[in-house]
């Protein structure tokens, strides 16, 4: 079966600090993967998705990126957290077709002091 | 744009009474439909999806949700709830013409009471 892995589950990180952020697939081939933010009370805004290695789209401009070194691996980045940064990333994946549903990770809370 | 509304915030129930969560999305040829519950610092778990077939769509823990094209809703119930279900509750849309990507409601928290 098809497991989907986060870490670190909690990060404390000072403004101006970087960020990486793992996400792992195991069980599967080929996933589009995606990076959601939640903002606390508030619903999931998608960050990046990718449909193949190296192969990124950004959804919103922002201080952050993403990279898909491995088929399964997705990392998120910043070079310098700002405190708007706060949240909870979740990464999500699917099969490639159009009616596929997302599976979701546990998370990682980060919060930028 | 594709839009889905969560026409409630939060619902309180008492346990083992009927629990009604409201979502409307609008309006498109060929959408998919899905409802996700989140417990408070978790990932979302898939409760139930609507991809075309049967209208009324049965998911986990007893969840149930009816998609109804005239009135474009897609709404979640359950007939008697339980303490594990307090959590949040989002609706979610996909549209064909979006490729993957998913359009998520604003959340539905659910309290329930003893």
């Known amino acids: 079966s098809q497991t989907i892995h986060q870490w670190p589950a909690t990060l404390v990180q000072p403004v101006g600090s970087p960020l990486s952020l793992e996400c792992t697939v195991e069980?599967?081939?080929?996933?589009?993967l995606y990076w959601y933010r939640q903002a606390a009370g508030r619903g999931l805004q998608l960050l990046f998705y990718?449909?193949?290695?190296?192969?990124i789209s950004s959804e919103v401009p922002q201080n952050l990126s993403a990279s898909r070194p491995q088929d399964r691996q997705f990392i998120l980045s910043s070079k310098k957290l700002l405190l708007s940064d706060s949240g909870f990333y979740l990464c999500?994946?699917?099969?490639?077709?159009?009616?596929?549903?997302?599976?979701f990770g546990p998370g990682t809370r980060l919060t930028v002091l | 744009a594709q839009s889905v509304t969560q026409l409630d915030s939060h619902v309180s129930v008492s346990e083992g009474t009927p629990v009604l969560l409201r979502c409307n999305y609008s309006?498109?040829?060929?959408?998919?439909l899905f409802w996700y519950v989140q417990h408070p610092n978790k990932g979302l778990q898939l409760l139930l999806k609507?991809?075309?077939?049967?209208?009324l769509v049965k998911g986990i823990n007893g969840f149930e949700a009816e998609f109804k094209k005239s009135e474009t809703s897609f709404h979640l119930t359950k007939p008697s709830a339980h303490m594990s279900d307090a959590a949040e509750y989002f609706c979610?849309?996909?549209?064909?013409?979006?490729?993957?990507?998913?359009?998520f409601g604003g959340g539905t928290r659910v309290l329930v009471k003893p």
């Open positions: 999500a994946w699917s099969g490639s077709s159009s009616y596929n549903e997302q599976f």
């Open positions: 069980g599967t081939s080929n996933p589009n």
């Open positions: 990718s449909v193949g290695i190296g192969q």
């Open positions: 309006s498109s040829y060929s959408p998919s």
């Open positions: 609507y991809t075309s077939a049967a209208t």
């Open positions: 979610v849309v996909r549209y064909k013409a979006a490729g993957n990507k998913l359009t």
